[in-house]
């Protein structure tokens, strides 16, 4: 996997080193990834136009906010995800790739850690559920 650091004010290293929060966008194939301190990155389209990629293209990624202890998965399944029409078989295929390709990078970037997905981005799997 090809990993950019975006470093601004705060270098990726720093981050690293001091076990800051990062901020990350993972394609969907897993070939590239673009990561960032977090007070550099801001969020995630941010992140991606600092990278000189479109901000309208946040939907191609996944997006991670991640440290030594755990990462955070802001789980948004695009409504197009694969040219997937039914939702949940969709969502269900994010999920897979995602903790496939998510785990590959941190992997690559020298993390094994948890990936959760926070409470406010678990509707979709919870609404998988009640199917």
Not at 19 to 48: C, Q, R, T, W, Y
Not at 100 to 115: K, N, P, Q
Request: aromatic share 12%; charged share 30%; hydrophobic share 40%.
């Amino acid at each position: 996997m090809n990993i950019t650091r975006i470093n601004d004010y705060e270098t990726v290293e720093n981050a690293i080193t001091k076990d800051e929060p990062m901020i990350a966008v993972i394609d969907f194939k897993g070939e590239n990834a673009f990561v960032s301190h977090l007070d550099d990155g801001v969020e995630h389209h941010i992140l991606l136009a600092k990278a000189d990629l479109s901000q309208n293209d946040i939907d191609k990624y996944f997006r991670i906010i991640f440290n030594k202890d755990g990462a955070s998965w802001t789980f948004i399944c695009p409504p197009d995800y694969k040219g997937i029409t039914d939702k949940t078989r969709r969502i269900a295929t994010f999920y897979r790739d995602g903790f496939t390709v998510i785990s590959a990078f941190l992997s690559d970037f020298g993390y094994l850690v948890e990936i959760t997905i926070p409470k406010r981005y678990r509707r979709h799997i919870e609404a998988m559920k009640d199917e």
